[in-house]
């Protein structure tokens, strides 16, 4: 079945770090692939997505590439601030007879420093 | 324009209680599900619908009962509430159930069964 791993968390950097978190993902066919973002109490918010091999998504500074030989959607950002600090989850949907299903990683945390 | 809402935010039963939670939706979205939370394991899909009445069941469905009787609520009903049911739920909506069209969430509902 459809599954997305993300790199082990928590991560811990200082304010203007580069971040990288890793996302690689087992599918049929050709997903869609998205980074939602949450933060402290509230919903996952979309970040960014992609939808065919190549295809680069980006927002608020955050990028992340449709990579189809690696199986991978790494997200990354130059330069983190403390308002970063939430749990980025890696997310893919199939398609096809998924009807929307969104398929997730188990996220990761995410804390900046001053 | 409220987007997706949730209630209650927070909510204890006793094991054995049934419940509702309560999902509603400003933006004429056709698509709407419930996934939950739980530590580690990212969001699980309970249950979806792609239209008003029509529901399906997604990857956890056990314990729970889901209706649609209007383009804008989806409540799910909890029949018998038992500890394993403890977890952050949360509603989420899309224009419609295509892979590229990503979904908007709630800000959830914090279950604690006892």
């Known amino acids: 079945g459809d599954s997305v791993t993300q790199m082990e968390g928590p991560v811990t950097l200082s304010e203007e770090a580069f971040l990288t978190i890793n996302c690689t993902y087992t599918a049929t066919g050709y997903p869609s692939l998205f980074w939602y973002v949450q933060y402290p109490g509230e919903g996952l918010q979309l970040l960014l997505k992609a939808t065919k091999a190549d295809d680069k998504g980006s927002n608020k500074g955050f990028e992340a590439t449709y990579r189809k030989e690696t199986t991978s959607f790494h997200l990354e950002k130059g330069s983190v601030q403390v308002s970063d600090s939430a749990v980025y989850f890696c997310?893919?949907?199939?398609?096809?007879?998924?009807?929307?299903?969104?398929?997730f990683g188990q996220g990761t945390i995410l804390t900046v420093h001053p | 324009n409220a987007g997706v809402t949730q209630t209650p935010k927070f909510q204890v039963l006793k094991t054995g209680q049934s419940m509702t939670l309560q999902c509603a939706q400003d933006m004429n979205h056709e698509y709407m599900s419930w996934y939950r939370q739980d530590p580690g394991m990212g969001l699980r899909l309970i249950h979806y619908?792609?239209?008003?009445?029509?529901?399906d069941q997604g990857e956890v469905p056990n314990g729970y009962n889901v209706s649609r009787s209007t383009t804008e609520d989806f409540p799910l009903r909890l029949l018998s509430a038992a500890p394993s049911q403890t977890s952050v739920y949360f509603c989420a909506s899309s224009y419609s159930e295509l892979q590229n069209s990503p979904l908007h969430f709630g800000n959830g509902t914090r279950l604690t069964v006892t």
């Open positions: 997310a893919l949907n199939a398609g096809g007879t998924s009807y929307g299903k969104l398929t």
């Open positions: 619908s792609v239209g008003a009445g029509i529901t």
